[in-house]
């Protein structure tokens, strides 16, 4: 899977999650640029990229993600 | 909707759920709203938020209160204002084995880790006894699931010191009280985290990062297991199965293969999964849950299938059979007219899809689950939780009976010219007096369950009605009518408050079995005499229109009540001056409670 095709997933999964269809992510994007982006929807999220990418992420990668380009690191690395 | 319903897809509830919220609220579908109290001893807002969307598309609009994290106890014990101004109409609380303030530790006495659990359990009750003192509504407590570890291994179950051992202990204790305690509901996770898988509900990445007490995934189902209890103690079960026959109750087609080679019985797997399948749903039968056919087939040849030697379910097991070569949604809708239920309170049980899809687009609220292979059926019906059970009355064990004696006195009522010998000719006799400790049970669960002869729709839990029950204020009554084809149980309530020398009726409901069976006017000569014996000279009858309870909109009308009031939405207020009332039944002989004995 492509870097691009991998952004065009979390795309999906963020407009799912956050039910706003216009969200597009970048690798600079953080909770600050998502109204709904909190502790308890990031769960949501997190179980969402898993359950996609058929991947688990590490119990400390999931509270210091600071943005979604590390997201994607991570995704590359594992899938 | 689909995607809510057994066996579906947990990931994609937990994705999607803000959509599938906005689509169930959008479908303007009328709800009854409750408020929820969710006291939580782990994190709940996931929980709350999936449980929403299972209520909505169970019929239930919910509010819900939230304790602050693991505040369960301190909510109970002290509530907040916010608590307190809520007034739940239900209790859940949510409480795992994370929950447990201390465990044994091996170097415990016996009688140590009896008292250990003596003030665990304490603990527990007291918050129950002061939750039901202060919000007189029912409570929902979760029971204990199976540590994450075994300290001792296999002799953790065993031993009195065990983790396991002693939450199994605990939960004895939690089974005890609540078959002694009414309104008090254990919610089986032990169950459903087993059934899950306990590996995978306990991953303790969710406990350590966000305070989860089973993993996120999980969600959807423990949500389902408890939005089912709190729909059924709001009386939105399901009442009735119809049951398709090829491949459905049997392998095989009974008008092609005949009879005698149908799979049914010991001879083979497949045999044995439709054998298996037939006690079930036998089963569900004693339970209280009315039997129905629906199958494409000559009657003739559905009747010999049912009687082959080697199935557990009769001809006679059933209510009605429908077999015949109609569309079965007009089948499905000719079944609940003779049973007098809603078409959207039968569950509609067939292995061809197709026919699932054409009843579900054309009868609103029918549930149709997925029938997928023999071996599937029973596991998919159970967990959908259609007649989740929380009151078990009497009548419930004799439901099927009742109905069936209904059907033939249908058949008579033919034979008659003149209705009201027709009437006559039933023997009918009713006990119909203030209502006694035996009933209220059934009563609560009629004023719960009663839509279309039902005035006000006025809705009792059982803390309420035991407080109507114990006050000067009202005059009550239930009826109960029993004819030469059986005993109809109880089927009707009306429940007045006195207000100076007026009663104004808050309740009048009859169950539909009885229609047109005259009892309502019997009912109504024993209110006007109770009226007469405390002195009230006038009563007055309240009539709030719903979707299903247009045919008593002119009840009070044909009572002889004068319509005083009317308002916009079809509210209407009537009014009935007693002194020159003259008794209505004449052909239901009346005894009171003392017949009883």
Redesign the interface.
């Known amino acids: 899977m492509t870097e691009e095709e991998i952004y065009e997933k979390l795309n999906e999964i963020f407009q799912d999650v956050f039910d706003d269809e216009t969200i597009e992510v970048d690798e600079l994007t953080t909770a600050d640029d998502i109204d709904d982006w909190d502790s308890l929807e990031h769960i949501n999220l997190v179980a969402a990229v898993e359950k996609e990418f058929g991947i688990k992420f590490k119990m400390g990668e999931v509270s210091t993600m600071k943005d979604v380009g590390e997201m994607v690191e991570i995704i590359m690395e594992r899938i | 909707m689909i995607e809510l319903e057994y066996p579906f897809d947990s990931?994609y509830i937990?994705?999607?759920r803000?959509?599938i919220k906005?689509t169930l609220l959008s479908d303007s579908s009328s709800r009854l709203k409750k408020k929820i109290a969710v006291l939580g001893g782990s994190t709940t807002?996931?929980i709350v938020s999936v449980m929403e969307l299972f209520l909505l598309n169970m019929g239930i609009e919910p509010t819900f209160y939230q304790s602050e994290y693991a505040q369960y106890w301190q909510d109970a014990m002290f509530p907040d204002e916010e608590l307190k101004s809520f007034q739940p109409d239900i209790v859940f609380i949510h409480t795992t084995y994370r929950n447990i303030s201390a465990f044994p530790t091996t170097s415990d006495k016996p009688e140590d880790v009896e008292n250990m659990l003596e003030s665990e359990f304490d603990r527990f009750k007291q918050m129950w006894t002061a939750v039901s003192e202060r919000f007189k509504c029912p409570i929902i407590q979760n029971n204990f699931e199976m540590p994450l570890y075994r300290l001792m291994g296999n002799k953790d179950c065993s031993d009195y010191r065990g983790r396991e051992n002693f939450i199994s202990r605990l939960n004895m204790k939690f089974y005890e009280y609540s078959m002694e305690t009414s309104n008090f509901y254990i919610n089986d996770i032990n169950y459903i985290s087993a059934s899950y898988g306990l590996k995978k509900w306990l991953d303790p990445?969710y406990w350590?990062?966000?305070k989860?007490a089973l993993c996120?995934?999980a969600i959807p189902e423990f949500a389902f297991n408890t939005a089912n209890i709190v729909k059924s103690v709001f009386g939105k079960n399901k009442k009735a199965l119809a049951l398709d026959l090829d491949n459905t109750l049997w392998g095989g087609v009974v008008g092609d293969d005949g009879a005698e080679h149908i799979q049914i019985g010991q001879e083979t797997g497949v045999a044995q999964s439709y054998f298996e399948f037939q006690s079930y749903i036998k089963a569900q039968k004693d339970l209280g849950v009315m039997l129905t056919v629906c199958s494409k087939n000559d009657e003739e040849n559905a009747v010999a299938g049912l009687n082959h030697p080697e199935g557990v379910l009769k001809p006679d097991d059933f209510i009605i059979i429908k077999a015949n070569w109609e569309n079965k949604d007009r089948n499905i809708a000719d079944t609940a007219a003779q049973l007098n239920i809603l078409p959207e309170s039968i569950v509609f049980v067939d292995d061809n899809p197709a026919e699932r899809e054409i009843v579900k687009a054309q009868i609103k609220g029918v549930a149709a689950p997925k029938m997928d292979g023999v071996e599937n059926y029973i596991q998919t019906l159970d967990r959908s939780g259609f007649f989740e059970v929380t009151t078990f009355s009497e009548d419930d064990l004799k439901r099927n009976e009742m109905y069936k004696a209904n059907v033939q006195r249908a058949a008579r009522q033919a034979t008659f010219d003149n209705y009201e010998d027709y009437l006559l000719s039933l023997d009918m006799n009713a006990v119909i007096d203030d209502f006694t400790p035996m009933y209220i049970q059934r009563i609560t669960q009629l004023s719960n369950k009663s839509n279309q002869f039902n005035v006000t729709t006025k809705r009792y839990t059982a803390a309420q009605m035991e407080d109507v029950f114990a006050s000067e204020d009202y005059i009550r009554l239930y009826g109960k009518l029993t004819d030469k084809f059986g005993d109809n149980g109880v089927v009707s309530v009306v429940i007045g408050k006195k207000r100076e020398n007026t009663l104004h009726i808050d309740l009048w409901l009859m169950s539909c079995r009885v229609l047109k069976r005259d009892m309502e006017f019997a009912m109504l000569d024993t209110l006007v005499s109770k009226c007469r014996q405390q002195g009230i000279g006038t009563i007055r009858g309240y009539y709030y229109p719903t979707a299903k309870n247009s045919m008593v909109k002119t009840l009070f009308g044909t009572f002889g009540f004068e319509k005083i009031e009317e308002d916009d939405s079809g509210n209407t207020v009537w009014e009935l001056n007693i002194e020159n009332y003259q008794n209505k039944n004449h052909v239901i002989n009346v005894h009171g409670n003392e017949s009883l004995q």
Request: aromatic residues 18%; proline residues 0%; glycine residues 0%.
């Open positions: 990931a937990m994705k999607k803000k959509s906005r807002n996931d990445l350590n990062m966000y989860y996120f995934e």
